[in-house]
C-alpha cells in the first residue's frame, strides 16, 4: 500500500552541485506531477507527464529537468543547483488525470542548496 | 486563468471552538473546488472536493465546505476544533478544460487548548 514514494527525503547540495529526485508510485497512474513548496507561495508546478515517454513544462521549469522512462517512475534532475532551488518537492500523481480527480501526493524531499 | 486567494497564513483557534478557513476563487467557467491538508512533515491529502450536484460537500474528520458561485467562495469550516486538526490547509482549483490544478498559499491552523 506504498501509494507515492520519493526518495530521497533530505538532501542538502552545494551550489553547482547535480542531483536527482526520484518518485515512484504503484497505482498505475497515467499523470505524474513536479511541484515545489515555498513559504507564502503554495504549491507551483514545476513539470508534469502525461504518459509514459511525455514529459512538458508547467509554472516554474527553468533549472529543472525530468524524464518519465518508466509507467510508474518520474524523475526530477537539477543540473547545476543554485541556492533559489531550496524547497520542499513533492510529486504527486492522478489516475487519468481530468481536472476533477483528485491528486495522490508523496511525503515531499526537503532540498537546501548552499 | 485562474487563482486562488486564502485569506490568512496563520489562523488559531481554541480547541472545541469553530474553524473557519477562507478561500476565493477566480474561473472563467464553473470550478472545480478542492480542499488538502498538510500534516507537518507529509504530504498533502485530499480532504474535500466540489466537482457539481449540492453546493456543500463534507470531507473527512468532520469538516465542510461550501460552493457559493455568487461570492466566488469555497470556505472550509468545521464546528468544532480538534487538536489533531493542527495543519496547513490548501484550497485548490481546476478548471474543467485546463489540465492544471491551481493551489492556494496556504493557512496553517492552530489549535489552542
Known amino acids: 500500500n506504498a501509494g507515492v514514494t520519493q526518495t530521497p527525503k533530505f538532501r542538502v547540495l552545494k551550489t553547482g552541485q547535480s542531483m536527482t529526485l526520484l518518485c515512484a508510485q504503484d497505482?498505475?497512474?497515467?499523470?505524474m506531477y513536479w511541484y515545489r513548496q515555498d513559504p507564502g507561495m503554495g504549491l507551483r508546478l514545476i513539470h508534469y507527464?502525461?504518459?509514459?515517454?511525455?514529459?512538458a513544462k508547467g509554472e516554474v521549469p527553468d533549472g529543472y529537468n525530468v524524464s518519465r522512462l518508466k509507467k510508474q517512475n518520474f524523475l526530477l534532475g537539477l543540473e547545476s543547483a543554485a541556492p533559489s532551488q531550496t524547497s520542499v518537492y513533492f510529486c504527486?500523481?492522478?489516475?487519468?488525470?481530468?481536472?476533477?480527480?483528485?491528486?495522490?501526493f508523496g511525503s515531499g524531499t526537503q532540498l537546501s542548496v548552499l | 486563468a485562474q487563482s486562488v486567494t486564502q485569506l490568512g497564513s496563520h489562523v488559531s483557534v481554541s480547541e472545541g471552538a469553530l474553524v473557519l478557513l477562507r478561500c476565493n476563487y477566480s474561473s472563467s467557467v464553473p470550478p472545480y473546488l478542492f480542499w488538502y491538508v498538510q500534516y507537518p512533515n507529509q504530504g498533502l491529502q485530499l480532504l474535500l472536493k466540489?466537482?457539481?450536484?449540492?453546493?456543500l460537500v463534507k470531507g473527512i474528520n468532520g469538516f465542510e465546505a461550501e460552493f457559493k458561485k455568487s461570492e466566488t467562495s469555497f470556505h472550509l469550516t468545521k464546528p468544532s476544533a480538534h487538536m489533531s486538526d493542527a495543519a496547513e490547509y490548501f484550497c485548490a482549483v481546476s478548471d474543467p478544460g485546463y489540465q492544471k490544478v491551481t493551489f492556494g498559499t496556504g493557512t496553517k491552523l492552530q489549535v489552542i487548548p
Open positions: 466540489y466537482t457539481t450536484g449540492a453546493t
Open positions: 507527464s502525461v504518459g509514459e515517454g511525455t514529459t
Open positions: 504527486a500523481s492522478s489516475y487519468t488525470g481530468h481536472p476533477n480527480e483528485k491528486l495522490f
Open positions: 497505482m498505475n497512474h497515467e499523470y
